[in-house]
């Protein structure tokens, strides 16, 4: 930040949930590039799926961050969440709340359940019930047609909000103020007495069980939260694209959501947006442009891949980390003996890296 | 109702899940990971089978020799440059490394070996005999033998041999087996080379049921975690019960209950089984040491 700026004026700044206002208002401002013909369509496109699974991602940091749990529903949950969207809003037509909601409970519903049958036991068997109720569900999508339609597609409509029908860009804005709401949300989930817990996890298990913390429960939150987030992303990318297949939820999704939180780094709100991006827009608008070697068809899955195996080997705090390292950098070239210093070597701590192994 | 027929079909796809297991639970007793990317890297080797056999027109065993050699070398690499690299991350960080290696090997696979499917034949084309009413073809047999085979070859060098011991001393505790004098970065070199051989032999036995495309072992990857989570992760034939039952149960299920839902109907008896039996079959309890 600048040096000029009052004191005050960086206290405001400073402040969490402004930041989220001031990134969403910018964010809101995409729509009219896109209209006046600066953005292409289809990177208005590109980038409202990096916020959609934005918002996917943010729970599972959440979980992975907190509780070292995976999840490998992601996709099962999304999709789930989007094809009850459409199933109450257009075969129903129940309208866009009630589809919201039916597409926030079912999915949160059904992974609670998941999570009470596969918690008790070590903190791996999460991944394998999750990627079972994924390939269910997967099978659930392609089968029951009178739900999903099967292979040939559900269609949708855009929704109609509180009177005003929305249309592509509209839809945009729609996500915006989702994904602030969950950032907001998740800030405001860590730092409370809720996030005390999680911490406390999170540094021993067992030392946290001492204290009272209930391990199972905060797990089965944090989880709960993952699912939640999923079926509200689920909702929003059928909304935003009016179509669904169920090829679209297969486990690469859930595999490149872990690879967002990952790269983003864990336990970082903006980070996650920051990854989604990596791994969503840059293959999408990058990638694809280069010559030769964009034209490879598992172009994207070898990025993602690549970047989680080299993230976790060379640089376990993810784009979190590497933004911490430039401020400080900045800050410390500023004042040569200032306070940038001091503060890196207190808190970064490598999320996936130097912890004990725990058998 | 019939029963015998299949029970011997259930045989054949049960020796694959348990060779697929079995690499699983190698590479989880050495190395601590939970090996989610054994079906991907068996897909690449095996589709390298499938490569030679149609480009080079080469016999099936010499095919298969080249894919265990690409296995193999698929393992030591992974090993040698990813996992031992990891020593100090967390179970977690390395599980989602093999969870980013299936979308690496996914992604290699089409630009080595070309984007249209292919197929691979069975060992012994034709030919079946009857028993007691039930039929069963020769590459059945075959494909039993060779799944029943290995594993109790696997159980012989466990128990028996050297290395066995040293694969069961770091399994057991890998810091005091290297105290111990066990080189136990050799033993996990060959315990992720070994999971790569029995990741390839699952994909050239189930590769004739279907076209080799970058998602043909998914179904096996997916079965073999379940028959590890069946049969517990502490010892090594737990695993291969539990893909023998998986394989059994699916068959018989997707029979007589729903020849669509028969799979979706086994995987949620298996999450059941997980609160009666969390441990899994002949697992012990599980202990966490502070």
Same mark, same amino acid.
């Given at each position: 930040m600048s040096e000029t700026l009052k004191p005050q004026t960086?206290?405001?700044?400073?402040?969490?949930?402004?930041?989220?206002?001031?990134?969403?208002?910018?964010?809101?401002?995409?729509?009219?590039?896109?209209s006046s013909g600066v953005l292409k369509?289809?990177?208005?496109?590109?980038?409202?799926?990096?916020?959609?699974?934005?918002?996917?991602?943010?729970?599972?940091?959440?979980?992975?961050?907190?509780?070292?749990?995976?999840s490998l529903g992601t996709a099962g949950f999304m999709g789930l969440g989007a094809y009850l969207a459409a199933y109450v809003q257009d075969d129903l037509g129940l309208g866009f709340w009630v589809a919201l909601l039916a597409a926030l409970v079912v999915p949160t519903f059904i992974g609670i359940l998941v999570g009470v049958v596969s918690l008790r036991v070590r903190s791996i068997y999460l991944a394998i019930a999750t990627l079972c109720i994924s390939e269910i569900l997967l099978k659930t999508f392609e089968q029951a047609e009178w739900f999903t339609r099967g292979t040939a597609g559900k269609q949708s409509s855009y929704p109609v909000i509180f009177g005003v029908h929305t249309d592509r860009q509209a839809m945009f804005v729609v996500i915006v103020i989702a994904l602030i709401a969950v950032m907001m949300l998740t800030h405001n989930v860590v730092h409370g007495q809720l996030g005390r817990a999680l911490h406390a996890m999170r540094s021993s298990e067992v030392a946290a069980q001492a204290m009272g913390v209930n391990i199972l429960k905060y797990k089965l939150f944090a989880f709960a939260l993952a699912t939640l987030y999923a079926g509200l992303a689920g909702a929003l990318y059928l909304f935003f694209l009016k179509s669904s297949y169920p090829s679209t939820w297969n486990l690469f999704l859930s595999l490149n959501v872990i690879a967002m939180v990952v790269v983003g780094g864990l336990r970082s709100i903006f980070g996650t947006v920051a990854g989604a991006f990596v791994i969503i827009a840059v293959p999408e608008l990058v990638l694809k442009e280069l010559p030769v070697i964009g034209d490879i068809p598992g172009l994207p899955y070898i990025f993602s891949g690549v970047l989680i195996v080299l993230v976790i080997m060379f640089f376990p705090q993810g784009l979190q980390g590497l933004w911490q390292l430039v401020r400080d950098a900045i800050s410390s070239r500023r004042h040569p003996s200032g306070p940038g210093t001091p503060r890196a070597t207190a808190e970064v701590e490598p999320p996936l890296g130097t912890e004990a192994v725990t058998r | 109702m019939e029963i015998l027929q299949p029970l011997l079909r259930s045989m054949e796809t049960g020796s694959v899940y348990a060779l697929a297991a079995l690499g699983i639970i190698i590479v989880w007793r050495t190395s601590l990971v939970m090996h989610f990317a054994q079906g991907a890297m068996g897909m690449f080797s095996g589709t390298a089978v499938a490569f030679v056999l149609n480009r080079t027109g080469a016999p099936l065993w010499v095919a298969v020799l080249a894919g265990a050699v690409v296995a193999i070398l698929l393992g030591f690499a992974v090993d040698f440059a990813v996992i031992r690299q990891l020593k100090r991350a967390t179970a977690v960080g390395k599980e989602i490394v093999t969870l980013g290696l299936i979308m690496v090997f996914m992604g290699l696979a089409p630009i080595v070996f070309g984007t249209d499917p292919m197929l691979l034949?069975?060992?012994?084309?034709?030919?079946?005999?009857?028993?007691?009413?039930?039929?069963?073809?020769y590459n059945a047999i075959l494909?039993?033998? @060779?799944?029943?085979?290995? /594993?109790?070859?696997?159980? @012989?060098?466990?128990?028996?041999?050297?290395?066995?011991?040293?694969?069961?001393?770091?399994?057991?505790?890998?810091?005091?087996?290297?105290?111990?004098?066990?080189p136990t970065k050799t @033993?996990?070199? @060959?315990?992720?080379?070994?999971?790569?051989?029995?990741?390839?032999?699952? /994909?050239?036995?189930?590769?004739?049921?279907?076209?080799v495309t970058p998602t043909f072992m998914n179904t096996v990857q997916v079965s073999a975690l379940f028959a590890c989570v069946l049969g517990g992760f502490q010892t090594f034939y737990g695993p291969v019960i539990g893909a023998y039952l998986i394989a059994v149960a699916s068959n018989f299920l997707k029979l007589y209950g729903s020849s669509v839902w028969g799979d979706q109907i086994l995987y949620l008896l298996i999450l059941v089984f997980l609160l009666v039996r969390p441990n899994g079959l002949v697992g012990k309890t599980y202990l966490q040491k502070v």
């Amino acid at each position: 930040m600048s040096e000029t700026l009052k004191p005050q004026t960086r206290r405001w700044l400073g402040n969490a949930h402004l930041q989220y206002l001031l990134f969403g208002a910018v964010l809101c401002l995409l729509p009219l590039l896109s209209s006046s013909g600066v953005l292409k369509a289809s990177t208005l496109s590109t980038l409202a799926f990096v916020l959609i699974y934005a918002i996917a991602a943010m729970g599972l940091n959440l979980l992975l961050g907190y509780s070292g749990l995976i999840s490998l529903g992601t996709a099962g949950f999304m999709g789930l969440g989007a094809y009850l969207a459409a199933y109450v809003q257009d075969d129903l037509g129940l309208g866009f709340w009630v589809a919201l909601l039916a597409a926030l409970v079912v999915p949160t519903f059904i992974g609670i359940l998941v999570g009470v049958v596969s918690l008790r036991v070590r903190s791996i068997y999460l991944a394998i019930a999750t990627l079972c109720i994924s390939e269910i569900l997967l099978k659930t999508f392609e089968q029951a047609e009178w739900f999903t339609r099967g292979t040939a597609g559900k269609q949708s409509s855009y929704p109609v909000i509180f009177g005003v029908h929305t249309d592509r860009q509209a839809m945009f804005v729609v996500i915006v103020i989702a994904l602030i709401a969950v950032m907001m949300l998740t800030h405001n989930v860590v730092h409370g007495q809720l996030g005390r817990a999680l911490h406390a996890m999170r540094s021993s298990e067992v030392a946290a069980q001492a204290m009272g913390v209930n391990i199972l429960k905060y797990k089965l939150f944090a989880f709960a939260l993952a699912t939640l987030y999923a079926g509200l992303a689920g909702a929003l990318y059928l909304f935003f694209l009016k179509s669904s297949y169920p090829s679209t939820w297969n486990l690469f999704l859930s595999l490149n959501v872990i690879a967002m939180v990952v790269v983003g780094g864990l336990r970082s709100i903006f980070g996650t947006v920051a990854g989604a991006f990596v791994i969503i827009a840059v293959p999408e608008l990058v990638l694809k442009e280069l010559p030769v070697i964009g034209d490879i068809p598992g172009l994207p899955y070898i990025f993602s891949g690549v970047l989680i195996v080299l993230v976790i080997m060379f640089f376990p705090q993810g784009l979190q980390g590497l933004w911490q390292l430039v401020r400080d950098a900045i800050s410390s070239r500023r004042h040569p003996s200032g306070p940038g210093t001091p503060r890196a070597t207190a808190e970064v701590e490598p999320p996936l890296g130097t912890e004990a192994v725990t058998r | 109702m019939e029963i015998l027929q299949p029970l011997l079909r259930s045989m054949e796809t049960g020796s694959v899940y348990a060779l697929a297991a079995l690499g699983i639970i190698i590479v989880w007793r050495t190395s601590l990971v939970m090996h989610f990317a054994q079906g991907a890297m068996g897909m690449f080797s095996g589709t390298a089978v499938a490569f030679v056999l149609n480009r080079t027109g080469a016999p099936l065993w010499v095919a298969v020799l080249a894919g265990a050699v690409v296995a193999i070398l698929l393992g030591f690499a992974v090993d040698f440059a990813v996992i031992r690299q990891l020593k100090r991350a967390t179970a977690v960080g390395k599980e989602i490394v093999t969870l980013g290696l299936i979308m690496v090997f996914m992604g290699l696979a089409p630009i080595v070996f070309g984007t249209d499917p292919m197929l691979l034949p069975k060992a012994i084309p034709t030919g079946e005999v009857e028993v007691a009413g039930a039929n069963i073809s020769y590459n059945a047999i075959l494909n039993i033998t @060779v799944g029943i085979a290995i /594993a109790a070859g696997l159980f @012989v060098v466990l128990q028996k041999t050297k290395l066995g011991l040293a694969i069961r001393a770091t399994a057991s505790n890998e810091q005091t087996a290297r105290l111990m004098g066990i080189p136990t970065k050799t @033993v996990t070199l @060959v315990a992720w080379a070994v999971a790569g051989v029995l990741g390839m032999l699952a /994909a050239v036995m189930i590769a004739p049921t279907t076209t080799v495309t970058p998602t043909f072992m998914n179904t096996v990857q997916v079965s073999a975690l379940f028959a590890c989570v069946l049969g517990g992760f502490q010892t090594f034939y737990g695993p291969v019960i539990g893909a023998y039952l998986i394989a059994v149960a699916s068959n018989f299920l997707k029979l007589y209950g729903s020849s669509v839902w028969g799979d979706q109907i086994l995987y949620l008896l298996i999450l059941v089984f997980l609160l009666v039996r969390p441990n899994g079959l002949v697992g012990k309890t599980y202990l966490q040491k502070v």
